[in-house]
């Protein structure tokens, strides 16, 4: 629980944004706080919020965040190789409860996977994480119920924020990064005007990936 202390901090702010943008694109708090508990996922809950607001359908919110979180496969693949000794009772909830943070923390602790009872360690890093997002959550669609509407409606640019700032590391490392980002956002644009603005997103996703695979291809030596 200490080692997950810092991602508490972390997580209550963008939670409780989270709750807020929620509220204000229709949802419940009973709604709100359950996709904190079933889903778990910073963006892409922002992004299925966001795609509430525009009136998207759930297929195109499920393919969407689908997508979005597609790189958890990769890490479940990375974690769980850690944890080969750990009985799938274990696997299966830690599992769960990745995210790119606790994968983060996880990875610079790894002697406790091979110690006695170490699952108890990535359990508690675990639900550190996962209570301090949820009651954030809940947090956030009690205030945005009592907050000005001006003020609510000022915090989703929370939303854009949190994207360009996950998207900007990635750019000082790598430019073309950010031409992946402008080709997703043109092809969003573009799909705008023969659909639905959450089929446009879906495009712009699914295509701007693509086009990832084929710039970021490395060099054969």
Not at 197 to 206: D, E, K
Request: glycine residues 10%.
């Amino acid at each position: 629980m200490t080692v997950g202390f810092p991602i508490m901090l972390g997580y209550l702010p963008i939670a409780v944004t989270y709750g807020v943008l929620a509220k204000q694109s229709g949802l419940s708090l009973l709604e709100l706080t359950l996709m904190s508990v079933l889903v778990f996922a910073g963006a892409s809950q922002f992004m299925g919020a966001n795609m509430i607001a525009l009136g998207a359908g759930a297929v195109e919110i499920i393919i969407a965040t689908f997508v979005l979180n597609f790189r958890h496969f990769v890490m479940s693949f990375s974690f769980m190789n850690k944890l080969r000794s750990v009985p799938i009772r274990w696997k299966v909830p830690l599992a769960l409860g990745l995210t790119d943070e606790t994968f983060a923390v996880s990875s610079l602790h790894i002697k406790e996977a091979k110690e006695k009872n170490g699952h108890w360690f990535y359990g508690a890093l675990t639900l550190t994480a996962y209570f301090s997002w949820v009651f954030g959550s809940l947090l956030g669609g009690l205030v945005g119920e009592i907050i000005p509407e001006t003020l609510s409606q000022s915090m989703g640019i929370a939303l854009y924020a949190m994207f360009i700032g996950l998207l900007i590391p990635s750019v000082k490392k790598e430019l073309k990064v950010g031409l992946i980002a402008i080709i997703a956002m043109f092809i969003n644009v573009i799909c705008l005007q023969f659909m639905s603005s959450g089929w446009a997103i879906v495009s712009g996703t699914v295509l701007g990936g693509l086009s990832g695979v084929l710039l970021l291809k490395e060099e054969q030596a």
